[in-house]
């Protein structure tokens, strides 16, 4: 794979977000270093495994919701190491014919999810740095999958985190809006200092700050400013394990998710609503 901008070098020796995640999972693609952090984070947080199947179990129901509400496009960015189910398995099971492009800027994802879908039509997947998202907005392998002028489900799930306030969330966020058609989805979970216990927090930022990236825990009310524009769904931005209806207590360590679909333009107006191509 030719090296992009934004995309990881592969390194077993440096704990990496996507292999720790991995082994939170139960997973097998992760190395000494990533076991070693992931049992670091364990020790300040011990729910950890389960907040990460909360996660996972939120990201197959808000695929199902949007499948579901008539939207068969899904653009997973920070799609990870593959996990059962996956988005295009849950997304076919409503519509068989579903398209789906996932997005990472691992190469260990990237190799493992390209050996998945290889042979899946209407399923691709590309390297890209969600920091820098229009690169990979414009890129024409994508459109030749995703049709920009009808709705599209976008997922940023358990991502947001490892973007950093200087490199401009809001602004990566309006570069989506920018190409996402009237009716789109919003599909979002992000870790959280509200209500986060700050002794398991300051543990966990020391553990990421030698990680592939660090981990970023924002106040709920940063995380709700990303929807600004959008029609918030049902519970609204809970956390990930109450979505949509509440599960579980809430753990030390919160993570919050949101569903939001973005409103049909004003008469007039949809011309301009949205860019249609790269
Ligand atoms: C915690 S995993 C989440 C996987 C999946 N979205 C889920 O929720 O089950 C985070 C994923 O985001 C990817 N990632 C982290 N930073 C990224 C970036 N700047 N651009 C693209 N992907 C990124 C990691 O490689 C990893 O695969």
Known sequence: MAHREGINVFDPETPNTARMYDYFLGGK????????????????FPEARQLARANRRF??????????????????????????????????????????????NDPVVLAHDRALVETHEG?????????RPKA???????HEVLDASRPIAVLLVAVLHFVTDAEDPAGILAAFDEVMA??????????????TDPEALARIEQVYARASS??????????????DGFDLHEPGLVDVSHWPSPAGVRPSVR?????????EAE????????????
């Open 123 to 131: 399923i691709r997947i590309l390297p890209g740095d969600l920091r």
């Open 59 to 104: 990201l197959a129901r808000a695929v199902r919701y949007c499948a579901e509400s008539g939207v068969d496009q899904f653009l997973d960015v920070g799609t990870g190491i593959p996990t059962s189910p996956n988005v295009p398995d849950v997304a076919r099971e409503v519509h068989p014919g579903a398209r789906v492009v996932g997005v990472d």
């Open 214 to 227: 660090p981990a970023v825990f924002r106040p709920a009310e940063g995380i709700r400013t990303w929807f």
């Open 255 to 263: 993570v919050l998710a949101g569903v939001a679909r973005k409103p």
């Open 267 to 278: 008469e007039g107006l949809s011309l301009f609503a949205h860019k249609l191509s790269p």
């Open 136 to 142: 990979f907005l414009t890129d024409p392998e994508l």
């Open 182 to 195: 009237p009716g789109s989805f919003l599909v979002i979970s992000a870790a959280t200092s509200t209500g």
């Open 29 to 44: 693609d992760n190395y000494a270093s990533d076991r070693q952090a992931a049992t670091e984070v364990l020790k300040a």
